[in-house]
C-alpha cells in the first residue's frame, strides 16, 4: 500500500487563482505590511517567499527590515504606525523575534482586523466562540486540503499532536466546531501513550517540529497523515513524520516540503483579502 499524495502545491495554486480574481474585482489594491526582524536565513527566506506570492496575486507591499538590535519601544510604535496607515489592510510580523524582545506583546499590538496572522488574543477568541474572524493561516490551510481532496472530517476521530498556539490548539478548535464536528485528541510531550492515541485516529495531524517524531506504528492503515513541521536536518528539510516508513501505511499524507507550507502562506493571503474587505467594504 501507497498512501496518496496530498500536494499543497497544487491547493495553493488553486488559492492564489481565487485570489487574483477577488483582487481583480476590487477598486483599490489591499496592502501587506511585512516586518523582519533580525538577520535569521530561516525567516529571510519565509518573507521572502510570501512578499512573491503577494506580488503574484496583486497585493501591495510594505516591507519593514529592523536589526536584531531594535529595541521593543521601536518596534512597538512601527505597528502603532502601520496600524493607522489606511493603505495598510493586513500586518505580518514574522516570528519567532530575536531575544529580548516580547513577541506577545507586539502580536497584540496589532489591530485585530489587520492581524492576517490570526493570533491576536481578539481573533483567537473569536475562533474558540465559533464566530467568525481572521483564523490562523496554518489550520485554515490543512483545512481546505482535506476538503479539495474530500477527506471526511465529521464524526471521524482526529490526533492533533502539538499544542501551539500556532497550530494545534486552532486546529482543535475548528475541527471540534458544529458543522465540522470531528471528535479531536490534543497529544503533546506529557501523553502518556501517543502510539495509542495516534494508531486509533482517522487523522493525526503532526505540529510538533520533532523530526520524524511519528513513524509507522504510530498511524492505522487507511488513515490520513498531515505533516506540519520542518526541520533543518542533514539529510535537508524533514517533517514530524517518518515519511518513508508512513506512507506505506497510511491512506493519505502531507508530504514535506510541498505539504502544509504552500497553504500556510496561500491563507495569508485569503487574510490578506478578507482583512481588506471588512476594513473598507
Known amino acids: 500500500m501507497s498512501a496518496r499524495i496530498l500536494d499543497g502545491k497544487l491547493i495553493a495554486s488553486r488559492v492564489k487563482e481565487e485570489v487574483v ?41 510594505f516591507h519593514h527590515e529592523l536589526s536584531n538590535t531594535v ?22 510580523v514574522q516570528l519567532p523575534l530575536p531575544d529580548g524582545l516580547d513577541a506577545g506583546a507586539i502580536v497584540e499590538r496589532i489591530d485585530p482586523l489587520k492581524d492576517v496572522d490570526g493570533l491576536h488574543p481578539f481573533n483567537l477568541g473569536l475562533l474558540a466562540l465559533s ?18 481532496y474530500d477527506i471526511a472530517v465529521s464524526g471521524v476521530k482526529v490526533v492533533v499532536v502539538g499544542r501551539s498556539f500556532l497550530v494545534g490548539r486552532p486546529l482543535a478548535l475548528i475541527l471540534s466546531e ?20 495516534t494508531a486509533d485516529a482517522d487523522i493525526v495531524v503532526a505540529a510538533v517540529g520533532s523530526p520524524r517524531l511519528i513513524t509507522a506504528e504510530h498511524v492505522k492503515p487507511g488513515a490520513t497523515v498531515i505533516d506540519v513541521g520542518v526541520s533543518r ?45 471588512g476594513r473598507r467594504g
Not at 131 to 148: A, D, Q
Not at 238 to 257: L, Q
Open 21 to 61: 480574481a477577488a483582487v481583480a474585482g476590487l477598486d483599490y489594491t489591499p496592502g501587506l505590511a511585512t516586518v523582519l526582524v533580525g538577520d535569521d536565513p530561516a525567516s529571510h527566506s519565509y518573507v521572502r517567499g510570501k512578499r512573491r506570492d503577494a506580488e503574484q496575486v496583486g497585493i501591495g507591499l
Open 71 to 92: 529595541e521593543q519601544g521601536v518596534l512597538e510604535s512601527l505597528i502603532d504606525e502601520l496600524n493607522a496607515d489606511d493603505d495598510v489592510d493586513g500586518i505580518l
Open 131 to 148: 464566530r467568525p474572524g481572521l483564523r490562523p493561516c496554518t489550520p485554515s490551510g490543512i483545512m481546505r486540503i482535506l476538503s479539495e
Open 178 to 197: 458544529k458543522g465540522v464536528d470531528a471528535t479531536v485528541t490534543v497529544a503533546h510531550s506529557r501523553t502518556r501513550d501517543l502510539v495509542a492515541e
Open 233 to 277: 536536518t542533514d539529510d535537508g528539510l524533514v517533517g514530524d513524520v517518518d515519511f518513508e516508513s508512513v506512507v506505506e501505511v497510511a491512506g493519505a499524507i502531507t508530504p514535506v516540503p510541498g505539504g502544509v507550507g504552500p497553504m500556510t502562506r496561500a491563507m495569508l493571503l485569503v487574510n490578506t483579502l478578507k482583512a481588506a474587505e
